[in-house]
């Protein structure tokens, strides 16, 4: 007699999803309060928004060689006879002949297609939003989300952000040779000749591989070799130092004024209601 039972198919050969952020990527690092798909589309809105600024991209402006469009209007406008008889014949043999130099001009290039230039990165931890963006400023771009958010209302669910300028897997050695690099680049002399204060920001989740203990040393002893005279600031630090380790990978970057822009909060501040004083009779 036959078994009606229903067999159990264990599917081992589906491919596997990426389940944490890749090495060798930049981008913002988001935390959010549930609804990921919600304020996913909340990031990508202000991200294509501060992209058009030109003080944040670092796309190059489209030369005259890149519009074939505009080139064949040229052409055409050039090439309108002033006999009005065959004038439509012309301007279509114009555009034509531009076309075809446009194509013979770059050849086997045919459609291009507009690269994206936010893409997001799975992290495999809940509440939690990478989006890797191309030709960008991380750190300014950051900067102005922070102050156009806290300024008027812009986001439901997202709440803070994180410009990663640095993403690999959990090596401390690894980590040790970015934090020496990030560290050189950012605490030097400024006009004064002062150097900024400093602070260290550390967070992990989903990883108990890394202690907050040996990043601190870390950062220590780079300064003390890089910057001895440098000072640390734990209310209004000039620079902020973060490490967020998500999953297998690590994220190194750099927040300017962290505390005095409310720890990158992408939320306005919240004005109290006036309570009427209470007169005592």
Same mark, same amino acid.
């Given at each position: 007699m036959g078994d009606n039972r229903k067999r159990k198919h264990n599917h081992w050969n589906q491919k596997v999803k990426q389940k944490s +952020?890749? $090495?060798?990527?930049?981008?913002?690092?988001?935390? %959010?309060? *549930?609804?990921?798909? &919600? $304020?996913?589309?909340?990031a990508y809105s202000i991200i294509d928004e501060l992209l058009e600024d030109p003080t944040v991209s670092t796309l190059a402006e489209p030369s005259a060689e890149a $519009?074939?469009?505009?080139?064949?209007?040229? +052409?055409?406008?050039? $090439?309108?006879?002033?006999?009005?008889?065959?004038?439509?014949?012309?301007i279509a043999d114009a555009l034509k002949k531009a076309c075809d130099d446009e194509r013979q001009a770059k050849p086997g290039k045919g459609f +291009?297609?507009?690269?994206? /230039? %936010?893409?997001? /990165?799975?992290?495999?931890?809940?509440?939690c939003i990478f989006v890797s963006v191309k030709n960008a400023k991380i750190e300014l771009l950051a900067e102005k989300m922070v102050d156009l958010t806290q300024k008027t209302p812009r986001c439901r669910y997202l709440q803070r952000v994180y410009p990663v300028e640095h993403t690999m897997p959990v090596d401390l050695s690894k980590m040790n040779e970015v934090l020496m690099k990030v560290i050189s680049d950012t605490l030097k002399p400024g006009e004064d000749g002062k150097l900024p204060t400093y602070s260290v920001e550390f967070k992990a989740r989903n990883n108990d591989s890394v202690a907050r203990n040996s990043v601190l040393q870390m950062v220590d002893d780079a300064i003390s070799v890089l910057a001895p005279t440098?000072?640390?600031?734990?209310?209004?630090?000039? +620079?902020?130092?973060f490490v &967020?380790?998500? !999953?297998?990978?690590?994220?190194? *970057?750099?927040? !300017?004024?962290f505390y005095d822009r409310r720890k990158y909060s992408l939320r306005p501040v919240k004005v109290a209601a006036d309570v009427p004083a209470v007169v005592a009779e």
């Open positions: +952020v890749e $090495a060798g990527v930049t981008g913002l690092f988001f935390s %959010c309060e *549930g609804h990921e798909k &919600q $304020a996913l589309q909340e $519009a074939p469009e505009a080139n064949a209007s040229l +052409v055409a406008s050039e $090439a309108k006879p002033e006999d009005g008889d065959d004038s439509d014949e012309d +291009v297609k507009k690269e994206r /230039r %936010c893409i997001q /990165r799975p992290t495999g931890v809940k509440n440098a000072r640390v600031n734990l209310n209004h630090a000039d +620079v902020t130092f &967020q380790v998500s !999953r297998t990978t690590i994220m190194v *970057g750099v927040c !300017r004024q």
